[in-house]
């Protein structure tokens, strides 16, 4: 079991800056510090989990992205994620090809 000293000091606002819907803040603090206490998770391994998560979800409309307290209280890192993670470029390429296509089809 992991100790909290295990997390860096801006344990949270790293969390919160990564979190793609930042609502109840102090509720998510609070999740998130129990979690913190606990051990049950590495920070790292958190982060990592947050960053697949928020780019699993982008586009879509915020009301079904879980509150992070909801998220962290449901120990969410350790969720399989249904699509695989694009990168930033993978996706703005086929976004683009996809429009493209879109485009020709109407001619």
Excluded: C
Excluded at 58 to 75: F, M, V
């Amino acid at each position: 079991m992991l100790s909290a000293n295990d997390w860096p000091s801006d344990w949270f606002e790293q969390f919160w800056k990564l979190y793609p819907r930042r609502i109840a803040k102090k509720d998510a603090a609070r999740a998130l510090d129990k979690v913190r206490r606990s051990g049950e998770v590495e920070f790292l391994a958190l982060l990592t989990a947050v960053e697949n998560f928020a780019r699993s979800v982008r586009g879509k409309d915020p009301q079904y992205i879980p509150h992070p307290a909801t998220w962290i209280n449901g120990g969410r890192w350790d969720d399989e994620l249904a699509a695989p993670i694009e990168s930033d470029t993978a996706w703005r390429s086929r976004k683009a090809y996809e429009e493209t296509m879109a485009r020709r089809r109407m001619q």
